[in-house]
């Protein structure tokens, strides 16, 4: 009886951890182009493309991230610059960005776009694809994301969700050569059949604003870009499990808890 127990057991944790690896490797980590996790203090890029930023006019990494550090950006003049490189350019026709977010507001709703917006992730100088927060300048649509592109058709697209309540909240934006889809906190916040390709040749990535406007206020944590387009389930294992973690660039929960139970096990 003790034998079919323990064999019961084994199976039953083998199980758990083939379920846990298999959406681990569900989002192929050849396709991260720019990965930011901001655990060394800095911008360095973790995806192997040696995609590193540099931190302009006082932005810092401070620890209080939603996964350890984050970058900080003071709503004035503070961002991140990533110089364009030929994998930031291979997000031409396929794509996705993610980031968690936890932004401050910034003062009452007026009508004077768009300034005062937080860019969470911005391919500048011509607004060639961008995840966007809108600030007070937007009137009643402060708070809500933005997505999109200058040569898109449509170019933008806004969903109905705000997220400048000093929370953690999650972002992403996917686009797959026909339809764009905003992500928030792991639920399609609107999508909209969409043509055309991201005019990114060449461009430089900004993270947390750009070198004349749309500073964020707030915390920004496990930026991304990917040279594909994720699926809703990719998009909620990287919510949930962690940037680095689903690309294996982090320690991976389900190998230590693999070991512990097998020798919890063998010792009953």
């Given at each position: 009886?003790?034998?079919?127990?323990?064999?019961?057991?084994?199976l039953?944790?083998?199980?758990?951890?083939?379920?846990?690896?298999?959406?681990f490797?569900?989002?192929?980590?050849?396709t991260?182009v720019?990965?930011?996790?901001?655990?060394?203090?800095?911008?360095?890029?973790?995806?192997?493309?040696?995609?590193?930023?540099?931190?302009?006019?006082?932005?810092?990494?401070?620890?209080?991230?939603?996964?350890g550090?984050?970058?900080?950006?003071?709503?004035?003049?503070?961002?991140?610059?990533?110089?364009?490189?030929?994998?930031?350019?291979?997000?031409?026709?396929?794509?996705?960005g993610?980031?968690?977010?936890?932004?401050?507001?910034?003062g009452?709703?007026?009508?004077?776009?768009?300034?005062?917006?937080?860019?969470?992730i911005?391919?500048?100088?011509?607004?060639?694809?961008?995840?966007?927060?809108?600030?007070?300048?937007?009137?009643?649509?402060?708070?809500?994301?933005e997505?999109?592109?200058?040569?898109?058709?449509?170019?933008?697209?806004?969903?109905?969700?705000t997220?400048?309540?000093?929370?953690?909240?999650?972002?992403?934006?996917?686009?797959?050569?026909?339809?764009?889809?905003?992500?928030?906190?792991?639920?399609?916040?609107?999508?909209q059949?969409?043509?055309?390709?991201?005019?990114?040749?060449?461009?430089?990535?900004?993270?947390?604003?750009?070198?004349?406007?749309?500073?964020?206020?707030?915390?920004?944590?496990?930026?991304?870009?990917?040279?594909?387009?994720?699926?809703?389930t990719?998009?909620?294992?990287?919510?949930?499990?962690?940037?680095?973690?689903?690309?294996?660039l982090?320690?991976?929960?389900?190998?230590?808890?693999?070991t512990t139970?097998?020798?919890?096990?063998?010792?009953?």
């Open positions: 009886m003790r034998k079919n127990w323990t064999m019961l057991l084994v039953t944790v083998l199980g758990t951890v083939l379920i846990s690896f298999h959406s490797a569900a989002v192929d980590s050849a991260a720019g990965v930011w996790l901001f655990d060394d203090g800095d911008v360095s890029d973790a995806s192997g493309n040696g995609n590193d930023g540099e931190l302009m006019n006082g932005a810092e990494v401070v620890n209080g991230g939603k996964w550090m984050a970058l900080s950006l003071d709503g004035d003049d503070d961002y991140a610059n990533v110089a364009n490189s030929a994998s930031l350019d291979s997000t031409a026709e396929a794509y996705t993610v980031a968690w977010v936890k932004l401050q507001r910034k009452d709703p007026y009508s004077g776009c768009c300034a005062d917006d937080h860019m969470v911005a391919f500048t100088t011509s607004w060639n694809n961008i995840l966007n927060v809108f600030g007070p300048g937007r009137n009643t649509n402060q708070g809500k994301v997505v999109g592109s200058q040569e898109l058709n449509p170019r933008w697209l806004f969903g109905p969700t997220v400048n309540d000093d929370q953690w909240h999650h972002l992403a934006f996917t686009y797959d050569g026909a339809k764009k889809i905003l992500y928030i906190d792991g639920e399609v916040d609107i999508d059949d969409t043509t055309g390709a991201f005019g990114v040749t060449g461009v430089d990535v900004h993270l947390g604003g750009t070198p004349t406007e749309r500073i964020a206020l707030g915390l920004m944590d496990e930026i991304g870009i990917f040279n594909v387009s994720l699926e809703q990719d998009i909620q294992n990287i919510m949930n499990d962690g940037l680095g973690s689903v690309l294996g982090t320690p991976v929960t389900p190998q230590g808890r693999l139970t097998w020798a919890n096990i063998k010792t009953q």
